[in-house]
């Protein structure tokens, strides 16, 4: 059912009239031409925006004209942020901005923001632009997490904009584009550590209250102290979280610096992403990342890392040794956390006895065999009820080795959380719906040498089939 449009541009009310010290007002590049190459039909429809024309689509996220009772001027929001471990303070919206914020049928604020919408103050040397591939990308990665059960910002829009860019790491000039993302906030941790740097503590107080309002309203009692150091354990607790969505979707992001992070523990901004092969903890996605600092096995470790960071900026209004308790309750959580994310993707209902430990000796197998990560989700899901379909599938000489037995074991003695999801077609397949990035280049060659849109078009398909089958519910990570 379509629901109702509803704006709420909450962001105007901080800062003062200018929007200092959290945002500026800019204006959008105009572009040569607008052609949709995207359009996020489904959760255009869940914010009320499901019945624009191609031409209104145009307008507001191609030209961006203000949506109704929305942000009168697109807003780039200023942050800093530890790049690789290097505290950068030149940084900010260079390339995007919060263009509306809208209230979906929970009550829960949404933003549009956008990547590759024009020049800002904190553009520095860059065009302000995006690659059409990295649209292209960011809309892959987004459509195949959200479909694994990851919470995960959604593109809700990609429209070539006709222009030339110049990359180093992509063959030169190639195609622009405009995107705009759907998520639930653009909170990152670096707004906290912009204004930490200027020693603003006002501003984070009001920050604070903002993010309490709109994202953790449960904890809208507290006051003082308490609520900075409730509000910073409640963003543990979601991106401890999040960290083992990743690893459970073999998924790397591969830039995990402290402006990529969300205080809502939504995974957003994609740039160098991969999804790994096999259960390889050393997997690097971004070839400028050479020692491995966001590796597919190190992607909780960096999520803590940056977590510290918050915590140090929230500490100049609350009391560092109650932020640092705060802060171990990742450790402290990580089992569990990591428990569920492997059941869920597996299918099986927890039991609480070694569940972990059994997640751990599963990652062990897969990686000492190579087993092809998506495919064993796949194959096993469901536990016992997949029995048959695991054996006999493609790679079912893996799991008739004795090298498999003691999984296999605790494997069927799981129960189904729900056996009748495997008679949807997309369990019928042999293989799994995947995002290697081998496919990801043949779907973008075929683009970029022919215009043909196909190949993407049709993993779009399969990605929905997969979405589908699994039925992950997005909204359910908020109410932990
Ligand atoms: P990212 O690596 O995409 O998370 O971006 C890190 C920082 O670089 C942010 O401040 C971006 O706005 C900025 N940035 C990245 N690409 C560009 C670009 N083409 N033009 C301007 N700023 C950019
Ligand atoms: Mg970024």
Redesign the pocket.
Known sequence: MAEPYRPAPEIEKLGDADGAPFYDAVAPASFPDHIVRYRNQRWATKVGLGDFTQDQWIAHFGKFEPLPDNLSKPLAVR?H?H?FRHY?P???????FLFAQLRDEQDRLLDLGT??SG??P?????????TLKGGVREILATEMLEAQGVYTSKTFSLIETGEA?E?QDEPSPTRSAVMVRLSHSHVRFGVFQRLAFEKDEQSIGDLVDYCVRHFYPSLSDLSGEAKVTALFQAVVERTVRLAAQWMAAGFVHG?L?T??MNVTGESF?Y?PWRFAPTADPNFTAAYFDQTGLYAFGRQAEACAWNLAQLGGALSRIADTDALNTALKSFGERYEEVMADAYFQRLGIKRTGTDDFEFVMALMRWMTETGAPYEQLFFDWYGGPASQSRADTGRVGELYTQSKFDDARARLLAFEPVDEKRLAHDYFKSKRPCTMLIGEVEEIWDAIADADDWSLFEEKLRQIALMRDAYGFDASRYLTG
């Open positions: 942050y942020g790049q950068n030149d940084i900010g919206d260079g390339r995007g990547k590759g020049q800002t904190y553009s520095r040397m860059g065009d302000g632009r995006l860019l990359r830039v610096n402006d990529n901004d740039g």
